[in-house]
């Protein structure tokens, strides 16, 4: 069962230990795809409740393999005053081109028509890999909320050519493999969404102003260090259930088992985690 009273000591622990104030409500690693329409709904409404005067932006995903569904948590988000909407693509019948995508894209957009709107690409969980690059060509005038791309891929070369191709649009690329943020603010990412954030915010956060400086080597520490964890971890083996056990230990906040099919993590994972993270050295001394 989903936790609501918890969300009220998640929002104040991100926004004074960990420096972030922009959250992305159920998405992948909050398992938005396996709750229902009604505990979505319940999600979206606890983050921008507890949110409000201390986040600055929130950002719902709606996306959902029905399209009435993901329709109808869009004008949901709209009207509890969401910060931005994204959508993911539907992963059992695909959209195979597209004009599909695109099409499905408008059709959730419309419902919420004054929501900025995120496409909220990942093609290694939905099998979708019609590339961002194309996708973007005209798609304003599809869908005039259009703001950006959640982009959770490796593929730099699509990245930066969604950048290049779109620089006078002012468009938000928001990077989602935590690992390789450095890569993707190098080509002109201009924010990130990602599961790591919510237990070393603090410590991206200094990354990305030693990136601005711009301070290189230092900002390589920090990306390297991030690194050398999610390396250790992803041994191990690390998902959504490990994400869990990771930030129960670093925040003190209990965040529970995931949903079936995922089983929560071992206590030995979470042993080995602790000790791994503490073991870390950041530059800043902590």
């Known amino acids: 069962q989903i936790n609501l009273p918890v969300i009220r000591q998640y929002v104040d622990y991100l926004v004074n230990k960990q420096n972030v ?3 992305f409500v159920n998405g992948t690693t909050g398992e938005g795809l ?3 329409i009604q505990e979505r709904k319940q999600l979206a409404e606890e983050w921008m409740c507890q949110g409000k005067d201390k986040l600055d932006h929130v950002i719902i995903h709606v996306g959902a393999l029905s399209l009435p569904e993901s329709q109808e948590l869009a004008r949901h ?3 509890i005053g969401a ?3 994204a959508v993911i693509a539907p992963f059992f019948f695909k959209p195979t081109n597209k004009d599909e995508l695109v099409s499905l894209l408008q059709k959730v957009a419309s419902e919420a028509p004054d929501v900025p709107f995120y496409y909220y690409h990942i093609p290694s969980l939905t099998g979708v890999k019609i590339r961002v690059e194309e996708l973007l060509e005209g798609i304003k005038e599809r869908i005039p909320t259009f ?3 959640k982009f959770s891929d490796m593929d730099l070369l699509d990245l930066a050519q969604c950048i ?3 620089e006078a649009q002012q468009l938000e690329f928001l990077y989602g493999v935590d690992e390789q943020l450095l890569g993707a603010l190098a080509v002109g990412a201009n924010g990130a969404v990602g599961s790591t954030y919510n237990y070393l915010g603090r410590q991206t956060n200094l990354m990305l102003e030693a990136f601005a400086k711009p301070d290189l080597a230092l900002a390589q520490k920090y990306q390297f260090l991030t690194g050398e964890f999610l390396s250790f971890v992803i041994k191990l083996g690390f998902g959504v259930a490990q994400t869990k056990a990771v930030m129960t230990f670093v ?3 209990p965040m529970g088992p ?7 993590a071992s206590e030995d994972f979470a042993a080995k985690a602790k000790a791994k993270l503490d073991s870390i050295v950041w530059p800043d001394g902590d």
């Open 21 to 23: 104030k922009n959250v």
């Open 34 to 36: 396996s709750l229902s």
């Open 251 to 253: 925040s003190g906040i």
């Open 147 to 149: 703001q950006g791309v």
């Open 83 to 85: 910060g931005g909407i």
């Open 164 to 166: 290049h191709k779109n």
């Open 77 to 79: 988000a709209a009207a």
């Open 258 to 264: 995931p949903r079936l099919p995922l089983l929560g």
